[in-house]
């Protein structure tokens, strides 16, 4: 098999490109990055599956993506592809005990068959100055890191 280096170059520079079809489970997906990274995974022709507290939010956002035309040229032919993009919103807090996890990640399989990757992006801002020492940093550091 040959290789071009034009391949070579957009498997590099473009990862992404080898995502099409792929489910991907974003946590903290109701805005700011997880939002971010739940469009471009769209974009790059993945199903996804946005999870979050703020469900008015995670339906806006697969509202959006559901309604986008979207289009990728493949590198090879030089062609736009259209793909079909779907995307599902999920009420997760990460901070439930297993069973409530457990149930969304049913939720989650059950919306496409499988999960190929899961984007664990989801985390809270403290609300007092961070003190490493006192009991309430606890859930602060279990999630953060």
């Given amino acids: 098999m040959v290789v071009s280096t034009q391949e070579i170059a957009t498997s ?3 990862p992404w490109l080898d995502l099409r079809g792929k489910i991907v489970m974003v ?4 805005s700011g990055i997880g939002r971010e990274l739940c469009i471009d995974l769209a974009k790059a022709g993945c199903k996804i599956i946005a999870a979050a507290r703020r469900t008015n939010k995670l339906k806006a956002l697969c509202h ?3 309604n986008m035309e979207i289009s990728n040229i493949h590198a090879n032919e030089g062609e736009a ?3 079909d993009v779907l995307a599902v919103a999920l009420e997760l807090d ?3 005990k297993g069973p409530g996890i457990e149930a969304v990640v049913q939720k989650a399989w059950a919306a496409f068959g499988c999960i190929h990757a899961l984007i664990n992006n989801a985390g809270f801002r403290a609300r007092l100055i961070f003190d ?3 009991n309430d940093s606890r859930p602060f550091i279990k999630y953060q890191w």
Avoid: L, Q, R, W
């Fill in 81 to 83: 592809i259209m793909h």
């Fill in 12 to 14: 590099v520079s473009k």
């Fill in 94 to 96: 990460i901070s439930a």
């Fill in 132 to 134: 490493p020492t006192g």
């Fill in 27 to 30: 946590t903290g997906a109701s």
């Fill in 64 to 66: 959006e993506i559901n």
